[in-house]
């Protein structure tokens, strides 16, 4: 057996991943395999995965779930009960990859204590090229690195890692395929994540995940209504549609309105409860719309990133809108679909924004008052364009920015929250609360969480509940009979 563990290394450029063209892409139904000599490898052995990051690495996650109990390996919750660990990363902010580097750090013990644990690393810190050369160099513990177009060729890493004791490197940088037959293990019963389209072409100068993530390419309709309805078969109740960019949905399949269509589609299956995720302002058309506002089972919840207020800034970030063309359409959305519950994403201090453009960014939160926000300090990406922007504003300065934002966004919650006082909302139970058994949660369809107290509930039903109590982030409230 060779104890050679450096060689088969197929590593990350960003350059390469910054490529787009116009070729249809390849969807494949027939690329996930599990070799001869990989069959069982997971028999008698445990794995622990930990997601971190957005929807897309949750769905993600799934599939490597149901790629490893193919092959036989059983799901643990300990990491010291484990022989396989592997870490789905995240590399949207800097802070999101320090957290991981610095859990890959705990593992060297438990590594030391057990020579034959797998460590893994994958997900989109795995496709940048700085990353991988500091894990290649500092972190020796970590045996396997894959990318996020490769996951269907897991079995075949594994077995090379494990039994041919390699440190295997396998990170693509392409536009990526469609991968229709990947094995799929769901996290969570009654409420599924469902992937319509994969990667980015927006390039946000500040974002890294066009580069982590590919070509923006849409799966076909009819196998994404296939799933929907495989779904409702199983008793699902809830979709979500991931994107990161839903509303671009179908573009590269020569339809102007595919979203849209899709959308209609989808609640023409008759699913109780559609959700969808993330909507770019820039894409979305009256026609998606007006389908919002038509079908009830459309949840009326919308998360419609902002990022700022300032002309300027969403010009150097390369948003391709303005803040007057953000109300136009936030106004359509609002006046189409009742009580419809909106949240947001504001980054505070991307490069040089002045005083005056954070002022901009506060008065559209004053302007749209959302129901939650998702703020974040400018987060340098190396390899975007943003990176190279100079930047005179102090961190300090940044962190003002964001405790004087986070305060009103907290003080609008709460104000949106306070609509639903003595509201009668309907409820898809998630289970008994966390934190006291005899009371339960679920989530109302404009995406509250809500507490409540009631007997003979279940899992995944669907139930009235009054609010009698309304907090900044939850709703407390009563079961209603019947
Ligand atoms: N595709 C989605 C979101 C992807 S990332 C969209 O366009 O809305 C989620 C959020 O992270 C973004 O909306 C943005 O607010 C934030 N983000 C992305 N890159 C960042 C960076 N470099 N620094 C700080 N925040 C960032
Ligand atoms: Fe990033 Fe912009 Fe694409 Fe969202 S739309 S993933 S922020 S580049
Ligand atoms: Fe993070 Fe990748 Fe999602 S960078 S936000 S996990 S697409």
């Known amino acids: 057996m060779t104890m050679n563990k450096e060689i088969n290394y197929e590593l990350p450029s960003l350059d390469a991943a910054r490529k787009r063209n116009k070729e249809r892409f390849v969807v494949r139904k027939d690329l996930f395999i599990i070799p001869e000599k990989a069959r069982g490898i997971g028999h008698g052995r445990s794995y622990y995965l930990r997601t971190y990051g957005c929807q897309a690495n949750v769905r993600d996650s799934e599939n490597i779930a149901g790629i490893l109990e193919e092959l036989g390996y059983e799901a643990v919750s300990e990491l010291d009960k484990a022989d396989l660990i592997l870490l789905n990363t995240c590399a949207v902010r800097q802070n999101a990859e320090e957290k991981v580097l610095g859990e890959i750090g705990n593992l060297k013990k438990l590594k030391r204590a057990n020579p034959e644990l797998l460590i893994g690393l994958c997900g989109c810190m795995a496709q940048e090229e700085g990353i991988v050369k500091t894990i290649l160099q500092k972190y020796p513990q970590v045996d396997l690195i894959f990318g996020t177009h490769n996951i269907y060729h897991l079995p075949e890493l594994l077995y090379r890692a494990m039994l041919e004791k390699e440190r295997v490197v396998e990170v693509f940088s392409k536009r990526g395929e469609i991968i229709e037959d990947l094995p799929s293990r769901r996290f969570t019963p009654f409420k599924a994540w469902v992937n319509i389209m994969y990667g980015c072409d927006k390039f946000c100068s500040y974002c890294i995940v066009p580069y982590t993530r590919g070509q923006e390419r849409s799966r076909a309709m009819e196998d994404i209504l296939d799933e929907v309805k495989d779904l409702i078969k199983d008793g699902y109740k809830e979709v979500c549609l991931l994107g990161q960019n839903v509303n671009a949905y179908g573009k590269d399949l020569g339809m102007t309105e595919g979203f849209a269509l899709l959308l209609e589609a989808v609640a023409k299956t008759g699913i109780k409860r559609i959700r969808f995720m993330t909507s770019h302002p820039y894409n979305f058309t009256d026609e998606a ?165 009631g007997e003979g509930v279940q899992i995944g039903d669907i139930v009235k509940v009054k609010i009698e109590k309304t907090k900044s982030f939850s709703l407390d409230g009563r079961l209603l009979k019947g």
């Not at 005056?356 to 960014?361: I, M, Q």
């Open 289 to 453: 719309v007006k389908v919002l506002g038509k079908y009830d089972n459309i949840m009326p919840y919308i998360h419609l990133p902002l990022q700022s207020g300032s002309d300027a800034i969403l010009r150097k970030m390369n948003r391709r809108y303005t803040a007057s063309e953000y109300k136009e359409l936030f106004d359509k959305l609002k006046k189409t679909i009742p009580n419809c519950a909106f949240t947001t994403d504001i980054i505070v201090g991307f490069p040089n924004e002045s005083d005056e453009d954070f002022k901009a960014t506060l008065e559209m939160v004053d302007y749209c008052q959302y129901d939650n926000a998702f703020t974040f300090i400018y987060s340098k990406r190396e390899g975007t364009p943003a990176a190279k922007m100079e930047d005179a504003i102090s961190y300090e300065t940044k962190e003002q920015r964001l405790a004087i934002l986070n305060e009103k966004v907290a003080y609008y919650a709460h104000k949106a929250n306070e609509r639903f006082l003595g509201q009668v909302v309907e409820v898809l139970v998630d289970g008994p609360s966390k934190k006291d058994h005899s009371i339960f949660a679920g989530y109302s369809k404009e995406n509250k969480l809500v507490n409540f107290k």
